[in-house]
Every structure is written in structure tokens, then in C-alpha cells.
């Protein structure tokens, strides 16, 4: 199929890419033969490096704190000079509400160091890099964009007085990404994943007690199993794939159902 040739030899930049979504996208994305910017702020990203070139892929570790500008365009810049051009883009990079090391906590009472921590670096680290990559990708008139929301993105719930609002936001700025280089050759949407194995999100919430993994298959999510972080891989590259050639600004619920 097409779809399995179109990546080779492209590039591709992940943030977020140590472990869970990022790092599954990450290798999904060198398994078809893109050239991988690893990017992350924690040194633990080496072992997706290693994965991808274990598996014949070709990847660099590329240090990268969303949160920073400066930062941000320094990871940008790298992977260009590396690998010569910016192909697709997968802003993953994100916290939020777990119970465990931010609290579930009501608009009235969100510790303001928390809400600024979550907006920080889910909406203003998807800033920072759709700027960067907006930019690189308007210079050679090409290129595809995903961010990563949430179904907390979609549907608010008490308790999430901060990741709500910080997931609804990087849906609308996805959204004016979309229409501000719908005729430039770029195209970018946003997923929105529910509750997901293999997250270490979704893992600390499980061991704080906040969430109960049986519950949720059982009675919140309508195909009553848990997303994988395969299945947030498998939509992103269809996203950035050509399959995907005439969407724009979508906000793709891989939930199970639980956005009806």
C-alpha cells in the first residue's frame, strides 16, 4: 500500500517521545521508514532512539522542554540541520490531573502552581512547537501537524478545573493552525484520546486510586476495553498519511466511544 512507502526517507519530529504515545508514535513512524527527531526532556528518550535503530530505523535523541521557546526552536533547528526538512509533527508532549502527582482539583480549587504547570506545558508547549514547525514547514510549502488533546478535551469533567480547559485549548489552536495554512500545503488536526494503557498518566492515576481501570472498560467507555498507545500511533500516522489528504482541523476522538 501507499501508505507504507510515503514515509521513507521523510522526517519526523516527536515531543513527549520516553515513553507512552510519543514513544509508540515515534517508532511507528520509524518502522515506515521516516528519519526520527526523538525529542523529550528526560534522557530516558535514548532507549526509543534505540528501538527505532534496533528495528533498522534511523534517529537522533533531540533534548526538548516544551515549555521553553527557546528550547523548543533549538530541537526544531537541529532536526532540520540533521535531516534536512520537517515532514510531519507530533506534539505530544503533556500532563495533567492523575490523583498522584497533580491533584484532581475544582476550578475554585486549583493550587494556581498547578494550573500553570498544566497550561504551561499542554497548550503553551503546543504553541511553542507549532510555531517552529509552522514556520520550517511554510518555507518548503509541505507538511502535516498532529497535537495530542484528550477527551477531557472534548467533554469537561469535575475535577480536571485545569486539564479541561488546557486540552479544549490545544483543539482550538489546532483549529486556527488548520485555517491559517489550509492553502499553504499544510495540514493539522488533533487527537483525542481517552483512557489509555501503557500511559504513565493514566498508570499513576490507576496506583493513586483516582481511577479504576475496571470501572472505566466496564461502565464509562462503550466498547468497554482501555485504548493502547498503538492505537494513538496507528491515528496519528494515518493523519500525517495522504490517506488522510483532504482533512483538516479534525479533532479525532480514539476513545472507545466515549465521545457520544
Request: charged share 20%.
Amino acid at each position: 500500500m501507499k501508505i507504507f512507502k510515503e514515509f521513507e526517507g521523510k522526517t519526523a519530529f516527536v515531543t513527549g517521545a520516553a515513553s507512552g504515545m510519543g514513544q509508540a508514535a515515534a517508532i511507528c513512524f520509524g518502522g515506515l521508514g521516516c528519519r526520527m527527531a526523538v525529542a523529550a526532556r528526560n534522557p530516558k528518550a535514548l532507549e526509543t532512539v534505540q528501538a527505532i535503530r534496533e528495528n533498522g530505523g534511523e534517529a537522533i535523541f533531540v533534548e526538548c522542554d516544551v515549555t521553553d521557546d527557546d528550547s523548543v526552536r533549538k530541537a526544531i533547528e537541529t532536526t532540520v540541520k540533521t535531516f534536512g526538512s520537517l515532514d510531519y509533527a507530533f506534539n505530544n508532549a503533556g500532563c495533567g490531573a492523575d490523583g498522584k502527582n497533580i491533584p484532581f482539583a475544582s476550578l475554585t480549587e486549583v493550587a494556581e502552581s498547578d494550573w500553570q504547570k498544566v497550561i504551561n506545558t499542554n497548550l503553551t508547549g503546543v504553541f511553542h512547537c507549532m510555531k517552529y514547525e509552522l514556520l520550517q514547514m511554510q518555507k518548503q510549502g509541505r507538511g502535516a501537524i498532529v497535537n495530542n488533546a484528550s477527551i477531557g478535551g472534548l467533554r469537561m469533567a469535575p475535577g480536571f478545573g485545569a486539564y479541561g480547559p488546557s486540552k479544549a485549548g490545544v483543539i482550538a489552536i489546532t483549529q486556527t493552525a488548520a485555517l491559517e495554512n489550509a492553502d499553504k500545503g499544510i495540514r493539522v488536526n488533533v487527537i483525542c484520546p481517552g483512557p489509555t494503557e501503557g500511559t504513565g498518566l493514566m498508570q499513576d492515576s490507576i496506583d493513586a486510586g483516582a481511577q479504576d481501570a475496571e470501572f472505566l472498560k466496564n461502565h464509562i467507555i462503550p466498547m468497554k476495553k482501555m485504548g493502547t498507545t498503538e492505537d494513538v500511533a496507528n491515528a496519528v500516522v494515518f493523519l500525517c498519511s495522504e490517506m488522510a489528504g483532504h482533512i483538516t482541523g479534525m479533532a479525532m476522538p480514539v476513545c472507545g466511544g466515549m465521545q457520544m
